[in-house]
């Protein structure tokens, strides 16, 4: 674990169960900190996802945690993991091996920290995995990585590869966003929907609920 990114990640978040996860405590920042409220240029990092628990990342990792069995002894694949709720979900569970990816190595710093505060091991990964044949997996992880569309076509392509021809579990917690368009939701079952409680849904542009999509293979 990179020292000065644990510290930087220390100074400017708190620990928090004040999400649909209560069971994990995840170090965020929340409207208590003051970056909450700072401008770009206060913010020690670019672009720190990782410090929000995204209501389709928390969607993924409570139907992770209500439904054990199907990840119990699994190979788990989380890719951007943010936070790392999804993995740490999975890894409580018993799933056999997790890897929680991010190509931003704060998010995966983050990750190790908040696995050691939920008292599991999980492994991490930074590389760039979108297109990877994933061969030692047999469950991807995906929670809230369809907000740009450029991006969600790239993703959905490989997922949906992984998913029909590679015979892969592929899981997806959305709140909605608009790069789950209504042809991609076509070759998905919905798995679980969860209501957002006010709190979190004034803190995500009004986001009433998040759905938990499985990809048909
Ligand atoms: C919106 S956040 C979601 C984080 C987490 N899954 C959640 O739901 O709370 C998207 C994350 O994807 C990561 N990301 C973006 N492109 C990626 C890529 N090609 N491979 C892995 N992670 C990526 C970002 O760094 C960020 O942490």
């Keep these: 674990m990179l020292k000065e990114a644990a510290s930087l990640i220390m100074k400017h978040t708190v620990a928090t169960r004040r ?3 209560p069971e994990l405590v995840l170090r965020l920042i929340t409207p208590e900190c003051p970056l909450w ?3 770009e240029h206060q913010i020690p990092f670019k672009d720190p996802f990782w410090a929000f628990y995204w ?7 409570r ?3 209500d439904n054990a069995d199907q990840f119990k ?3 788990i694949l989380d890719v951007g993991c943010g936070c790392g709720a999804g993995s740490i979900a999975a890894a409580k569970v018993g799933a056999k091996r997790v890897v929680a990816n991010d190509i931003d190595h704060f998010a ?3 990750t190790k920290i908040n696995a050691g505060l939920n008292d599991v091991t999980i492994e991490t990964s930074t590389n760039d995995l979108i297109g990877a044949r994933c061969e030692e997996f047999d469950t991807i992880l995906i929670g809230d990585m369809f907000y740009n569309e450029e991006f969600a076509s790239l993703l959905f392509e490989w997922l949906l590869r992984l998913s ?6 592929v899981l997806i917690g959305d709140p909605g966003r608009h790069g789950l368009t209504t042809a991609r939701r076509q070759q998905m079952s919905l798995a679980a929907r969860y209501d957002l409680p006010a709190h979190i849904c004034m803190e995500n542009h009004g986001f009433t609920h998040a759905d938990v999509w499985t990809l048909n293979k």
């Excluded at 209501?55 to 990792?61: H, L, R």
């Excluded at 029909?164 to 579990?169: E, F, L, P, V």
């Design 73 to 75: 002894n699994r190979t």
């Design 19 to 21: 999400h649909l996860t």
């Design 164 to 169: 029909t021809k590679d015979g892969k579990t």
């Design 55 to 61: 209501p389709g990342g928390q969607a993924t990792a």
């Design 37 to 39: 409220r700072a401008t």
């Design 63 to 65: 139907f992770i945690l």
């Design 108 to 110: 995966v710093t983050a």
